[in-house]
């Protein structure tokens, strides 16, 4: 007769129980990509350099409409391709980087928020694509210039103006972390010339925008990949126990 020694069940239950605690209780369910583009022209504004205190605002839709801009759906891929037909008609909030008058959503650069509903695609109005972040603008220097939020590139005779946002879509019980980009393009121009334009009431109207966002459930972690190991020790202890 066979036994497994009380130190292998020990082994396999405490291995069973530290996988259990380091896998997600609940899988994210939308993931994919969402490509969409603006209806109406973008405009965006920037601190009248070297003024690092004023409030930049950022316009999906000019005149302001109300604090949102209208936007419609691109291409679509992953979960999100059944769920956002082309063409999808959706809105998107317009920001400032600090409080003000004029009705923007306050969106600190560099802060975590959480603004519900920050883009809407109409197809899925239950689903809440909620901003947590504009970043700081990265990789400057060179040929790119960044101004707060702003990421300026000269391409040939045309400059486009990017950010980067950061945030998690919401479905039902489960949460995605989400990235995303918007660009506009300002055509027979450049970067100096968009910077002064920016720097005046009303700021610059763009020639086009459009924007992506990515979301996706991470890799397992390495805890993760660490419990599987663990249970994997602990059936090998009972093997060698039972086979003694």
Avoid: H
């Avoid at 999906?60 to 769920?83: I, K, R, W």
């Avoid at 504009?134 to 060179?142: K, R």
């Avoid at 459930?217 to 060698?240: D, K, W, Y």
């Amino acid at each position: 007769m066979k036994f497994i020694t009380t130190g292998a069940i020990k082994g396999a239950l405490l291995a069973a129980l530290l996988l259990a605690t380091v896998t997600p209780a609940s899988a994210a369910v939308l993931n994919g990509t969402v490509g969409f583009s603006g209806t109406r022209l973008f405009s965006f504004s920037i601190p009248a350099l070297p003024d690092p205190t004023a409030i930049s605002y950022i316009d999906f839709q000019n005149p302001v409409d109300g604090g949102f801009g209208e936007l419609v759906s691109g291409g679509t891929l992953g979960d999100y391709t059944a769920l956002i037909p082309v063409s999808t008609a959706g809105t998107i909030k317009d920001m400032a980087t600090a409080a003000n008058a004029n009705g923007y959503t306050v969106v600190p650069v560099g802060v975590p928020v959480s603004i519900d509903n920050f883009i809407t695609f109409a197809s899925i109005p239950a689903v809440n694509f909620r901003l947590t972040s504009l970043p700081l603008a990265a990789n400057c220097g060179g040929p790119v210039t960044c101004v707060g939020a702003f990421q300026l590139v000269q391409n040939g005779s045309n400059v486009s103006v990017s950010i980067n946002i950061l945030g998690e879509v919401l479905s039902g019980p489960d949460t995605t972390p989400f990235s995303g980009n918007i660009t506009a393009q300002f055509l027979g121009t450049n970067v100096g010339a968009v910077i002064a334009g920016a720097s005046v009431p009303g700021g610059i109207l763009a020639n086009s925008w459009s924007g992506a966002i990515v979301s996706e459930v991470p890799e397992p972690s390495t805890i993760t990949m660490l419990g599987l190991g663990l249970a994997a020790m602990a059936f090998g202890a009972r093997r060698r126990s039972s086979s003694k």
